[in-house]
């Protein structure tokens, strides 16, 4: 199994998740829920490694969320 980091961050402007990832080209994806972003990814990352020549079967995903909060 290859594996591909994917790391989603916390756009407070825009009020959604982002997804990106070095590892996989062209993965740029946003969701208003952290579950239903995960979701997307799952299914993009491996069309879009096989867009790139990468091997699409066997692919493990090292999700990493990151939101800044205020704790008061």
């Known amino acids: 199994m290859t594996e591909y980091t994917v790391t989603l961050g916390w756009?407070?402007?825009a009020r959604v998740w982002i997804a990106e990832s070095e590892d996989?080209?062209?993965l740029i994806l946003e969701s208003?829920?952290?579950d239903a972003l995960i979701e997307r990814v799952k299914i993009?990352?491996?069309?879009l490694l096989e867009l790139s020549g990468k091997a699409a079967h066997g692919?493990?995903?090292n999700i990493r969320?990151?939101?800044l909060v205020v704790a008061a």
């Open 44 to 47: 993009a990352a491996p069309e």
């Open 65 to 67: 969320a990151e939101r």
């Open 59 to 61: 692919v493990g995903l």
């Open 11 to 13: 756009d407070s402007e």
């Open 24 to 26: 996989i080209p062209g």
């Open 32 to 34: 208003g829920s952290l």
